[in-house]
């Protein structure tokens, strides 16, 4: 099942828009928000590692599509991809759809099975129902493909269409066309609708929007055709959901006027003609690639090609020197692009790679063709034409996302123009001692031509963060700030740029230079070291070592363990293999998916965590018993026990593919000691039936448990003589320490990990690991964020594992971080009264180490 993120700069915003969503679909889909700034979330703005966490919740091999806001929330998508990596950006749909609308139209979709690419259409089409009501004129939008239509429509007559009265106060809105089209769905019948009372058009019945278009409103009749296996019993189902009025109340529909007593529609406006460059400029400078540069400028200027007048004399002569000009262009992208996935920016060298596909749109390529085989017309001359109505088409969006993708289209018919009429590849190539480039605009394939050891920053009229161009600067490591148009940009000689708060200072005096050259200095030096020490070990500076792991979900997280240099998987969640699907996997398929991550994590320790499964995470194919309260019912190791067989395949699977490799077993949700001993009982039947299978699965794994629970907490002196290792799990701990469900947007500030009792709870653990001379990590999301993790390691916690792209920079802290010090956090932490004090000492304290 597809995956929904919804990112806003608003945490309640997205919050109320996720729960919206939730709320027409008749299915459980996987959603996730992410919102707000700051420690509690409350302030606007959008934070990329909350967005990466979101995505991460609910991906899937299915996709997960995002939707947001405008502004730094793109930005921040964006930038989670990055995080994330290839494998996660394959799969990850950033969509330019309406935030509300969009979310009510994929998540009906999602719920009714449908893959990403429909999903996604489906949110991109949200508006014109609203459109049309309105009397706005709409864009061109796509419509069911003519032929299938009729075909459907005339079959489909010939058995008799059903006609329904529609009773809903509103008609079909959103929630009754969302269960309409869920109900269709599910049978195999290809089904057509329309609006009889208003003589509409038939529409496809799985498109939310086209049933959305039909304005279908109190009293009116909609009729049916339905082709296929199941048509009688599709009409049998909506025959149902109608007699049902769609689960509402039958009311007339309210009377609505506008100021006047009469309907006001808004006009329609007339895109304007679309600009040759990019769109406006930012209102102020804008740090679009961080870091400090302070140099002399160098000015750069892109000019456009000349383009020859002249006829093509002969047209297959015109067309192959086009042609090698291009293959040439697109040789010069695959090196740019394999140089930047040297550079470990693979997710970066995509963007030359999209460039290789405007070269070779097929669209475009046969407009050229005809244009000089059929209208004379030179290839400059046709494939200028050509590119600049694609890229006005791209312009005149009012999404600033895709409109700032004429930049790209632009860029490439530069570059094979240049090419093709042999004037060079640009003039963004730098001089050869180190500058501070200056130009309007900065193009992909400029940018990604500089070398950052000739240039020092990037200062650009035009551009903004989620620019192709601001993409590629980050991933080379240069600072920049786009949107800069002051007169002394016109005739200083000389410049100092912050590129993450955007703060520039032309001709600056020495004082202002030797501050940026300090600042400079010490961030080239941390990034050095992230980069260099992200594979050693990580010791505070009293010489206490700290294990920093990952948290991993799937084959992609798996892929990221070593890059990031983390000591092995501190939590390996193995719901990922049974979530999204109808029918339990087999033991041979856990066993593959399992094979494949532990080979990707290699030689280093692995702890696996036993299905957990109840809560917020259900089952297609187990029926959970009805609970008022599922967090505290059949979950976690509690459904495993009950489920038995389900939790021996699990169990065998994972022996099979822990052979050769350093595994652990953990197991969630454990209130009682006699959990433990049941599953190891199961533990040890898998193996001995292994065994006689002639599968030797060698010495049993350690046993583990999560310390999630009160119980845990208070019994887990008791708890440590049978278990060989605890792991603290913060998110679900704080939700139980605390009586607050965690996700519940009116218990934040409760459900917070860093209040006394939760610190308390894990001191406690910490002491009864000690005592038992066994180990004991922290495994939560509290585990990667500084404020937290600091109090974890003065707690005496000595193992941290966490989304595997933020290992570099914890184990930054922990080598700027002293023992003796933190543990005084830790204590005067666990004396405080309530988390606000917690904060503020915390806060205090990185203050004063920064």
């Not at 006001?264 to 102020?284: H, I, N, V, W």
């Not at 480039?437 to 992909?444: G, I, K, N, Q, V």
């Amino acid at each position: 099942m597809v995956g929904l993120v919804i990112v806003s700069h608003s945490r309640e915003l997205a919050a109320g828009v996720a729960a919206l969503a939730a709320g027409v679909s008749e299915a459980s889909i996987p959603i996730a928000h992410a919102g707000g700034v700051g420690d509690d979330h409350e302030q606007l703005g959008t934070d990329a590692t909350q967005i990466m966490e979101a995505i991460e919740s609910v991906f899937s091999s299915d996709g997960v599509l995002i939707l947001m806001d405008l502004g730094s929330a793109i930005l921040s998508a964006e930038t989670a991809l990055e995080f994330l990596g290839d494998d996660y950006a394959e799969l990850v749909r950033i969509c330019a759809a309406p935030l509300v609308e969009g979310a009510v139209a994929a998540a009906v979709q999602i719920g009714i099975g449908a893959d990403i690419d429909t999903v996604a259409a489906e949110a991109m089409d949200a508006l014109l129902p609203k459109r049309q009501q309105l009397g706005v004129a709409e864009s061109a939008s796509p419509k069911p493909p003519k032929d299938t239509k009729d075909t459907d429509e005339e079959d489909a007559s010939a058995e008799g269409g059903h006609t329904f009265q529609i009773l809903t106060q509103h008609g079909l809105h959103a929630r009754p066309a969302a269960k309409f089209v869920e109900t269709c769905s599910r049978f195999k019948a290809t089904i057509m609708v329309r609006n009889l009372t208003k003589q509409s058009e038939f529409v496809n019945a799985a498109s939310l929007n086209r049933i959305a278009l039909l304005s279908v409103t109190y009293g009116d009749t909609i009729e049916v055709l339905a082709k296929g296996p199941e048509s009688e019993q599709a009409i049998k189902g909506i025959t149902e959901l109608v007699a049902e009025n769609f689960g509402e109340a039958a009311a007339p529909p309210e009377t609505r006027t506008t100021s006047g007593g009469t309907k006001r529609t808004k006009a329609a406006t007339p895109a304007a003609e679309a600009p040759t460059d990019r769109p406006s400029s930012p209102r102020q400078p804008t740090g679009i690639s961080e870091g400090w540069a302070v140099g002399p400028l160098f000015r750069v200027e892109t000019t456009e090609p000349e383009l020859p007048d002249h006829a093509a004399a002969d047209a297959e002569y015109e067309l192959e020197l086009f042609n090698a000009a291009r293959d040439r262009v697109r040789s010069r992208m695959e090196k740019q692009a394999h140089s930047l996935g040297a550079r470990g920016a693979a997710g970066e060298a995509e963007i030359l790679k999209a460039h290789q596909l405007i070269l070779d749109d097929p669209e475009v390529l046969q407009a050229v063709d005809q244009s000089v085989s059929e209208s004379g017309n030179n290839a400059a001359r046709a494939y200028a034409d050509t590119m600049q109505e694609l890229a006005q088409a791209y312009a005149a969006s009012p999404d600033p996302y895709l409109a700032q993708r004429a930049v790209d289209i632009h860029d490439v018919r530069r570059t094979l123009l240049r090419e093709l009429l042999e004037e060079g590849t640009g003039d963004a190539d730098g001089p050869d001692s180190p500058v501070i480039l200056y130009a309007r605009e900065l193009t992909p394939s400029d940018t990604a031509q500089l070398d950052p050891e000739r240039i020092l920053g990037i200062i650009t009229e035009l551009g903004g963060p989620t620019s192709h161009a601001a993409i590629l600067a980050r991933a080379l490591g240069i600072p920049a700030v786009a949107g800069v148009t002051t007169d002394a940009s016109k005739t200083a000689t000389t410049a100092a740029i912050d590129g993450r708060s955007g703060r520039v200072i032309f001709d600056p005096d020495p004082d202002t230079q030797r501050e940026f050259n300090a600042k400079r200095e010490t961030w080239l030096t941390r990034r050095r070291e992230l980069r260099h020490r992200s594979g050693e070990a990580a010791y505070t500076v009293d010489q206490r070592l700290i294990t920093i792991q990952a948290n991993i979900g799937d084959l992609a997280g798996a892929n990221h363990v070593n890059p990031n240099g983390a000591e092995g998987v501190g939590l390996l969640r193995t719901e990922f293999m049974f979530l999204s699907r109808r029918n339990a996997p087999t033991e041979d398929e856990q066993t593959e998916l399992l094979t494949k991550m532990f080979n990707a994590v290699g030689d280093k320790p692995i702890t696996v965590r036993t299905l957990d499964i109840g809560g917020d995470k259900e089952l297609a194919y187990i029926q959970l018993p009805e609970e008022e309260n599922p967090f505290l019912g059949l979950r976690g190791i509690r459904l495993c026990l009950t489920e038995k067989t389900l939790f021996k395949e699990h169990l065998r699977a994972i022996l099979r593919a822990s052979i050769g490799h350093r595994v652990s077993l953990m197991l969630p949700m454990v209130s009682r000691i006699e959990e433990i001993e049941a599953a190891r009982a199961v533990l040890e039947d898998a193996a001995a039936e292994l065994q006689a299978e002639g599968i030797d699965p060698g010495n049993l794994p350690p046993l583990g448990i999560m310390i999630e629970t009160p119980a845990a907490v208070l019994q887990a002196s008791h708890m440590a003589k049978h278990a060989e290792f605890f792991s603290v799990g913060t998110n679900d701990l704080t939700q139980y320490i605390m009586a607050a469900e965690r996700g519940a947007e009116h218990l934040v500030d409760i459900a917070d990990p860093m209040h006394p009792a939760v610190l308390t709870a894990i001191a406690q653990s910490v002491a009864a690991a000690e005592n038992a001379g066994i180990e004991l990590s922290v495994c939560g999301e509290a585990a990667s964020a500084p404020e937290t993790a600091v109090l974890l390691l003065g707690l005496g916690v000595t193992k941290l594992s966490m989304n595997p792209s933020a290992v570099p920079g914890l184990k930054d802290l922990v080598r700027h971080t002293r023992y003796d010090a933190v543990k005084a956090l830790a204590d005067r932490a666990l004396s405080c009264g309530d988390a606000s004090e917690v904060r503020r000492i915390v806060e205090d304290y990185l203050e004063a180490e920064r």
